[in-house]
């Protein structure tokens, strides 16, 4: 169906909105046209980019709904994704670039080897579930934090053979610091990780709250901050912060939606936050969010690359989609520009995944419209007025009942059968990948 809308699009070179008249075809930008602006009243940016999440069908028209027509999911398996990368160029989800599970040590963060973790101290083992995950068609390869230091470099190198990055959350290492990662070929930090480790040898994630205070409560030294950025940013490292996913877990940056996007579509994500709720310690989360907001700080006055991710829904009240709205606020607390904050989200993520998060003819017609100027006030890019997925105009509230419906669709039952075929495949094809 050939649609023309004439719009006031944000131009992601100059950083400023330029009226066009856009043809749609087919889900797809086939012209664009010089126009008149001074009629209109919203403001079209690209489709956004949550660049670290964790995406299920239950829940993924939620971020849809917040104007995410893109994710980056890092860990999963390729069974309980495949609903979405049958059909992720589908209206209402958003486009799936993924990791398989990730890749840990023994014992692993998240329990013995499982769909969504390989726990493993073999650098054999390690080896061929990367060749696994390329085979099933793996995006990247994601490492974790208690994986040692001789397996990571093995799995780095077997990834670059097979021309995939490798991305690592190392908050929890106490093998493996920033500048060692960077060493060894791994181009994404999660969460910053493995920066404060690269200062404060002896810090990890998982220390008490009392010996996490002795070593964080000063911050870190600048002037070494300073050094490691430059070198990390010489390598090619690119940061995704999460302010937002540490925020969460505080009591003085706690954020919540508006009424408007509560929706019985978060009734199982809310009830897993209230199991984990005691389980977070605010004034850990509230020294790890501002020692990481000092760290991309830095690393944007240095001029390093930093993409937006919210871990979406790791943690407590980590809302799918909309938290992304909080990340840009807090990118632009520490430092960035409303419309560099935009382009963590738009079109750097466009440049390192190939995803559509630009408006150009060819391109895929995703995007979002707003009722005010973001790049006055970044909290605008949360009032949405329309959502524009694969060429299909949603009101973000048919998103969100869409999301309610697969709710009843993906349920636990629904999720419960698909992990006994994926044990049953996984022991079957690859026994020794599933010790």
Not at 45 to 63: E, K, R, S, T
Not at 204 to 216: F, T
Not at 303 to 329: F, K, N
Request: glycine share 6%; net charge neutral; aromatic share 6%.
């Amino acid at each position: 169906m050939k649609q023309m809308e004439t719009l006031n699009v944000l131009n992601l070179e100059t950083g400023q909105f330029e009226g066009k008249t856009i043809t749609i075809n087919d889900g797809k930008v086939t012209e664009m046209m010089e126009a008149p602006i001074s009629h209109l009243r919203t403001y079209a940016l690209p489709g956004l980019v949550d660049n670290h999440c964790h995406i299920q069908p239950a829940y993924a028209p939620l971020f849809t709904a917040a104007g995410v027509t893109s994710v980056r999911n890092t860990a999963g398996n390729s069974l309980h994704l495949k609903p979405l990368k049958d059909h992720q160029y589908a209206s209402f989800s958003p486009t799936v670039f993924t990791a398989d599970r990730m890749i840990d040590g023994v014992p692993g963060l998240w329990g013995k080897t499982s769909s969504g973790s390989f726990s493993t101290q073999s650098k054999h083992d390690a080896i061929e579930e990367v060749k696994r995950q390329v085979d099933v068609g793996a995006s990247f390869i994601k490492v974790y934090g208690r994986l040692k230091r001789d397996v990571m470099e093995a799995v780095v190198n077997e990834a670059a053979k097979c021309k995939l990055d490798v991305s690592a959350d190392l908050l929890a290492s106490t093998d493996v610091d920033a500048r060692t990662a960077a060493k060894m070929g791994i181009r994404f930090l999660e969460h910053n990780s493995g920066i404060i480790q690269s200062l404060i040898p002896s810090w990890h994630s998982l220390l008490s709250d009392k010996e996490d205070r002795a070593l964080l409560e000063k911050g870190l030294d600048e002037d070494k901050l300073s050094t490691l950025c430059e070198e990390l940013i010489t390598a090619g490292v690119v940061i995704v912060p999460t302010l937002s996913l540490f925020a969460q877990g505080t009591k003085e940056s706690h954020w919540s939606i508006s009424t408007s996007v509560k929706t019985s579509a978060l009734t199982s994500l809310e009830e897993h936050w209230n199991y984990v709720r005691p389980y977070i310690q605010s004034s850990k989360q509230t020294r790890l969010l501002e020692v990481s907001k000092q760290i991309t700080t830095a690393y944007h006055e240095k001029g390093g690359t930093i993409l937006a991710g919210t871990d979406s829904p790791a943690g407590v009240d980590t809302y799918p989609g909309q938290l992304l709205h909080r990340e840009l606020q807090l990118l632009v607390q520490c430092g960035l520009s409303p419309f560099e904050a935009i382009q963590s989200a738009t079109s750097i993520p466009s440049k390192l995944f190939g995803l559509n998060s630009v408006c150009k003819v060819g391109g895929q017609a995703d995007l979002v419209i707003l009722k005010s100027n973001p790049l006055k006030d970044i909290s605008a890019t949360r009032l949405i007025e329309w959502v524009v997925k694969n060429g299909m105009w949603h009101r973000p509230e048919a998103l969100i009942a869409k999301a309610e419906q697969n709710q009843q669709k993906y349920n636990q039952a629904s999720y419960d059968k698909q992990e006994q075929v994926y044990y049953d495949y996984m022991n079957k094809q690859y026994p020794h990948l599933m010790k």
